[in-house]
């Protein structure tokens, strides 16, 4: 979502910069002044300097017709913090191209890329998705077609730290509610698959078990739920048998 507010600011300034092209370094001074004008820049700004006894932030861009690159480095002294950039070629076209790359800490605590093509068609056919969640780090991976990849890598723990921080209170609680639901749903298969194991119905399936077992396959049907081992002489037909034993 910020990503996608950044791109829309860029590409409408980027026909008012046309041909420029810089380099700026700006220091407390001035990224305390930044901070006193945007209160939504002034959380993460103000965090900086907290964290850094010499802030500096590198900002270097180049705006031609057909595209457009900005990149941004913060330093503390001449250690590096953080660093982005995000390049748009044929901007304010529906052929737009945007890539990005971002990383915190060298990439320990977070590294993100990818890019967006728009004149690509996103097709649900060919499409990949991963994530691993692992050790305290967290990694995930999409593809569609030709159309957009993104990679994203993080370190778990130093997220939530870092939001916490930046007082990213809608982030902590969904991601809060994210984290607890999937443990919840993991835990109810989990119970679910032990009493299946033991012979007893699964309470999550037992509505749908029962609509099944009262479709009669065989006159000899029963309907009634019975433990497997309880079972002496299956009433169904081979066809059925042979799909059960398999």
Same mark, same amino acid.
């Given at each position: 979502?910020?990503?996608?507010?950044?791109?829309?600011?860029?590409?409408?300034?980027?026909?008012?910069?046309?041909?420029?092209?810089?380099? +700026?370094?700006?220091?407390?001074?001035?990224?305390?002044?930044?901070?006193?004008?945007?209160?939504?820049?002034?959380?993460?700004?103000?965090?900086?300097?907290?964290?850094?006894?010499?802030?500096?932030?590198?900002?270097?861009?180049?705006?031609?017709?057909?595209?457009? +690159?900005?990149?941004?480095?913060?330093?503390?002294?001449?250690?590096?913090?953080?660093?982005?950039?995000?390049?748009?070629?044929?901007?304010?076209?529906?052929?737009?191209?945007?890539?990005?790359?971002?990383?915190?800490?060298?990439?320990?605590?977070?590294?993100?890329?990818?890019?967006?093509?728009?004149?690509?068609?996103?097709?649900?056919?060919?499409?990949?998705?991963?994530?691993?969640?692992?050790?305290?780090?967290?990694?995930?991976?999409?593809?569609?077609?030709?159309?957009?990849?993104?990679?994203?890598?993080?370190?778990?723990?130093?997220?939530?730290?870092?939001?916490?921080?930046?007082?990213?209170?809608?982030?902590?609680?969904?991601?809060?509610?994210?984290?607890?639901?999937?443990?919840?749903?993991?835990?109810?298969?989990?119970?679910?698959?032990?009493?299946?194991?033991?012979?007893?119905?699964?309470?999550?399936?037992?509505?749908?078990?029962?609509?099944?077992?009262?479709?009669?396959?065989?006159?000899?049907?029963?309907?009634?739920?019975?433990?497997?081992?309880?079972?002496?002489?299956?009433?169904?037909?081979?066809?059925?048998?042979?799909?059960?034993?398999?």
């Amino acid at each position: 979502m910020s990503i996608g507010k950044i791109m829309g600011k860029i590409v409408k300034m980027l026909p008012k910069t046309e041909g420029a092209a810089g380099k +700026i370094t700006l220091g407390r001074t001035q990224l305390t002044q930044i901070a006193q004008q945007d209160q939504k820049a002034a959380r993460v700004i103000n965090k900086a300097l907290e964290k850094t006894t010499n802030p500096k932030l590198d900002i270097a861009y180049k705006a031609e017709s057909n595209y457009a +690159i900005a990149g941004m480095r913060l330093r503390d002294g001449k250690k590096v913090v953080g660093q982005g950039a995000v390049s748009i070629t044929n901007p304010g076209s529906s052929q737009a191209v945007v890539k990005y790359r971002a990383s915190a800490d060298g990439g320990k605590t977070l590294q993100a890329n990818g890019f967006i093509d728009s004149g690509k068609v996103a097709d649900g056919k060919d499409m990949a998705v991963s994530l691993s969640r692992k050790g305290g780090k967290v990694k995930s991976d999409l593809e569609i077609g030709q159309a957009t990849r993104h990679h994203v890598e993080f370190d778990e723990q130093k997220a939530v730290d870092l939001a916490k921080e930046l007082d990213a209170q809608k982030f902590l609680e969904d991601y809060t509610k994210a984290t607890r639901s999937l443990q919840k749903n993991i835990d109810g298969a989990m119970v679910d698959i032990r009493k299946g194991l033991r012979g007893e119905t699964p309470k999550a399936t037992f509505a749908t078990s029962k609509k099944v077992m009262q479709a009669p396959l065989t006159k000899n049907c029963s309907g009634k739920f019975v433990k497997l081992a309880d079972i002496k002489n299956t009433p169904y037909p081979a066809k059925w048998e042979k799909i059960l034993n398999k």
